[in-house]
């Protein structure tokens, strides 16, 4: 995530979650769950109840305390976990839809239905699907479950993907994993589940006895989704909006211009009539719909701005050189690179950058 904006109050993604849930709009839970990443200190996981039992939308981490304070949290709504019949993620991050591999052990009365969007998490689970295809376990003497156990760690934490800046992403500790891992299969921690009820956009999807649309949102994620419903003006605004930081916008993406998609996106929910508050993934709720979108569009086109004075400055140089300057030196890393890989790409489809190839990896002149 990026930097948040000057003059809006202090940052309500970092708080940490309170000790029980609370009605954010009428019939609609907010439960803050527990995760420890740069910036954040929870994700909201949001509980609808209907005559069937539960919708959960972005169940958070994967790991047992997320889950535990999941069930806890629920029990003291009067709400039981076990009832759970469907989970919606809203993308495919892991703090999203992590919490999913939790849900398929408990001893439901019915499978949990997973709804996503119909690219949900392809590249990803590709990824995984090869680091299984090729791991060699089977010539390795392994002879209890915890050297099983253990070993998958150490293959997920290995698993890193090119990127199209020309390096490699970063891995996964193997410690946090192990903290992660109590219970379920390693693979899973991190790897997108299989959805069963595919949305594409304009579909909708029945939670809490409402109809909700499914509006294809992508920039921080390709297969990011939003959930609308025009009758009582609520956005569930998963990580495409959110209150005080702005959106990483990912470099990962299988369409030209990311940060192009990303600000068509923001349009299109500044735009939606009657829209009066949105839930997002991490901090409060708020209510200033379109002035949030124009302000994160804002905080972007700055973005582009300064990436026009650092390329006056460095010539032609590879992301990692704008990225340096763009970017505090405690953000370095994938995410800094990918967000700047996706900004230098709109100025060279907008004409204001000229991109070469060096070594296999792209560098780039603004002039």
Request: proline share 6%; with cysteine; aromatic share 6%.
């Amino acid at each position: 995530m990026s930097d948040h904006f000057d003059g809006r109050p202090e940052r309500s993604e970092r708080r940490r979650p309170t000790d029980s849930a609370q009605e954010v709009a009428p019939g609609i839970l907010r439960i803050m769950l527990p995760i420890e990443l740069p910036g954040l200190g929870h994700v909201n996981c949001y509980a609808l109840e209907d005559d069937r039992g539960l919708a959960l939308i972005d169940p958070g981490l994967a790991d047992g305390v997320s889950h535990g304070v999941l069930a806890e949290r629920l029990a003291g709504a009067g709400l039981d976990i076990s009832r759970v019949h469907t989970a919606v993620a809203t993308h495919s991050h892991f703090d999203h839809y992590g919490g999913i591999a939790r849900l398929r052990t408990l001893d439901t009365a019915q499978p949990v239905a997973i709804y996503g969007h119909s690219t949900f998490g392809d590249g990803w689970r590709d990824a995984y699907s090869s680091l299984l295809h090729d791991d060699d376990s089977s010539s390795l003497e392994l002879r209890s479950d915890e050297e099983v156990h253990e070993h998958l760690l150490t293959l997920v934490s290995s698993l890193r993907r090119e990127t199209p800046w020309g390096t490699r992403t970063d891995g996964f500790p193997v410690d946090m994993l192990r903290g992660w891992s109590d219970g379920i299969n390693p693979v899973d921690i991190l790897r997108p589940p299989d959805v069963s009820h595919p949305l594409d956009d304009g579909d909708t999807v029945l939670l809490g006895s409402m109809s909700w649309e499914a509006l294809h949102t992508p920039g921080h994620a390709d297969d990011h989704l939003c959930l609308w419903n025009a009758e009582v003006g609520v956005l569930f605004g998963g990580d495409h909006m959110l209150p005080t930081i702005t959106p990483h916008i990912s470099g990962f993406s299988g369409y030209a211009d990311p940060l192009g998609e990303f600000f068509r996106s923001l349009e299109r929910i500044a735009e939606l009539d009657g829209a009066t508050i949105v839930l997002p993934a991490h901090g409060d709720p708020f209510t200033d719909v379109r002035d949030r979108a124009l302000a994160i569009h804002e905080h972007h086109v700055g973005r582009l701005e300064r990436l026009r004075e650092i390329g006056t400055e460095i010539g032609d140089q590879p992301v990692e050189g704008f990225m340096q300057l763009l970017f505090r030196e405690r953000s370095w890393g994938t995410m800094a690179a990918s967000e700047t890989y996706a900004h230098l790409e709109w100025l060279r489809l907008h004409g204001d950058a000229d991109r070469s190839e060096r070594n296999g990896a792209p560098s780039y002149r603004i002039d």
